[in-house]
């Protein structure tokens, strides 16, 4: 037992016995006592006593401790969606209607480029849907504070996207003002003095070509006439490739006020695929041209072609006297490889699909000194689409400015 007990107490017993008047056996004893009362406590790291600790509790710093390490800088605060939570499946329906973007200026995003691009440029996310928390590391998180963040499952958005291949992010932004974007800098070094007009474009997909297209060669502004698609409806915006973002898109405009957003001294150019030079008059007059693409319509192309060109069946003198209001102004004729840059800005105008040309974009052109511009084709087949129209007479306009960048350039450094 003593043998044990020495065992037990160790060096600390030894020194207590040790000390004078013989106290020692007794302090030892009832160390040994205090022991066997009060265990040591083996305590949890802090993180688990502050999941331990309840709701609205501090967990108190014992005293002495030392501060440790800083912790890791948190990232942006989300929630998860239960099961049968219907708010993606919600945002996404009605995001999807005009009426209702109109109503509540909201617009869906989807995609890591679009989204990013969206916020680079200044636009106000609301609610980011997201499968995977890599995919806001890849947000500029400055940018997220105010937005309500909701982690799904990937199937979720799988569900309710448009895309191929869903990258797993959509997002709900208020609908953009161009007022207030801030658009690349390197698009605005890049600007050029010339806008584009589109006229009663109604095909999703050519309407997102013509604004990717406008981007890409510098275009200065895009305008849209009351009639056109909703640039913010979602194919618009993949066809766009993030086109919204990188030039203003003033969209839902009157004819009479399409001058307020063009600069001083513009000339209006109008792009129609008939040539009121060649020969085939009648067969452009049959309306067969008309039914594809950018061209003008039958009663716009009579106008150009002249009343005496015209077999008229019976008519009376009150559906002349009608038909005259349609009529719209002659406007000179050139191919658009022709210098048409001279004007210090100058605007094109695309017309729609369906109905080509209106006799208010004629009108325009003719008070601004403007032309119709013609891109021949082999004779036989159909007229361009209006993207492609569009992407031939922007980049030829920028290609003739260059041009006469650079002769003007050659001739100064000549002179000296």
Known sequence: MAALRRLTLGPAAAL???????????????????????????????????????????????????PGPSPARPGPRYEKAEAGDRRLGKVVTIAKSKKFRDQHGKILLEGRRLIKDALDAGALPQTLFFSTVGHLKELPEE???????????????KNWSDLITPQGLIGIFSRPDHAKMTYPAVQLQNSLPLSLICDNLRDPGNLGTILRSAAGAGCSKVLLTKGCVDPWEPKVLRAGMGAHFRLPIIANLEWESISN?????????????????????????????????????????????????????????????????AWIPELDTQCYHENWTLAPAAAVVIGGETHGLSTEAFRLAESTGGKRL????????????????????????????HSRAQVGSSDSHHWE
Do not use: C
């Not at 940018?143 to 958005?157: G, H, N, P, S, Y």
């Not at 004779?379 to 306009?397: K, Q, T, Y």
């Open 16 to 66: 207590l016995r040790a000390q004078p008047g013989g106290a020692g056996a007794g302090a030892a004893r009832r160390w040994v006592r205090a022991l066997r009362r009060s265990p040591v406590r083996v305590l949890p790291p802090r993180k688990e006593q502050r999941a331990a600790a309840p709701a609205g509790r501090e967990l108190a710093e014992p005293k002495g401790a030392r």
């Open 143 to 157: 940018k997220l504070k105010k937005t309500t963040l909701v982690k799904v499952k990937f199937e979720d958005i």
């Open 261 to 325: 957003y063009l600069p001083t001294d513009t000339q209006v150019y109008v792009a129609d695929s008939h040539d009121p030079r060649t020969q085939d008059k009648m067969e452009d007059v049959s309306g067969k041209a008309s039914s594809y693409g950018w061209v003008s319509r039958p009663h716009n192309l009579k106008a150009q072609i002249g009343r005496e060109d015209l077999a008229f069946d019976s008519e009376s003198e009150e559906e002349e006297q009608g038909t005259d209001e």
């Open 374 to 401: 013609i891109i021949p084709v082999v004779p036989g087949v159909d007229s361009l689409n209006s993207a492609m129209a569009a992407s031939i007479l922007l980049f030829e306009w920028k290609r003739q400015l």
